[in-house]
């Protein structure tokens, strides 16, 4: 996996620069859209408590954890400060906190198909003009759309405290859900040492790859 200490080490500048600068954009913009959602979702579905925490808001630095924010900018990945839930307050805790859980993930997939046509259409018009500032834009509005189907899909995965998990509450018997969750302490560990040792990636890269494409199908359509 790369990371900013690979890069350094490695003497790629430009590289380093591009993986810092990325992750700011996933600190600053896909981060507090993903944590708003969560907020919204249960504001909407009857419980107040993380619009009374200050979480109904796109400010960043309302749902920076200092530490998940290090992990991003140095390793590529990590956390923001989780919206506080509280369960008992939702019309439907069982199906209510499945539908919060799945409103991040969602949010990173709406993104996604709107940078997908801005890239689409910023593409197109960088092969009109040929012009150097365009086919920068262009590249970053795929980057931007691409990061956010990534986000999506590592969120999705059913393990705790990943939102795929409360998901995963939403759907199976409550018995057996609650047996799963006696590993919890154990699952996310298992989850870096499969993405350390690349045994996760191929599969979550089959994934990205697959919806990045979904995502661009209607734009290419369009844009040609």
């Not at 600053?28 to 249960?42: I, K, N, Q």
């Not at 259409?121 to 003009?129: H, L």
């Not at 989850?191 to 890269?205: A, D, R």
Request: net charge positive.
């Amino acid at each position: 996996m790369f990371s900013l200490i690979s890069l350094i080490r490695s003497g790629d500048t430009l590289g380093a620069i591009i993986f810092i600068l990325s992750g700011c954009f996933v600190v600053f913009v896909c981060s507090p859209v993903h944590e708003l959602s969560h907020a919204f979702a249960a504001y909407k579905l009857g419980d107040d408590t993380a619009k009374r925490d200050g979480r109904l808001t796109f400010n960043p630095i309302k749902h920076i954890d200092p530490i998940g924010m290090l992990m991003i900018l140095v390793f590529g990945f990590g956390y923001a400060k989780p919206v506080p839930v509280n369960f008992g307050r939702l019309r439907n805790p069982k199906r209510d906190g499945a539908l919060v859980a799945l409103a991040g993930p969602a949010s990173n997939i709406l993104m996604s198909f709107i940078f997908g046509f801005l890239y689409s259409a910023t593409d197109k018009a960088f092969m009109v003009t040929d012009s150097s500032v365009l086919e920068i834009i262009s590249f970053f509005f795929y980057f931007a759309a691409y990061i956010n189907i990534a986000l999506a899909v590592f969120n999705l995965l059913p393990i705790p405290p990943l939102d795929g998990s409360k998901i995963l509450a939403g759907i199976l018997p409550d018995k057996l859900y609650w047996k799963y969750m006696q590993y919890e302490r154990y699952a996310m560990i298992l989850v870096l040492v499969l993405l350390f040792t690349n045994i996760l990636n191929k599969p979550l890269l089959f994934l990205e790859s697959f919806l990045m494409k979904l995502v661009l199908f209607l734009p290419t359509l369009i844009f040609g």
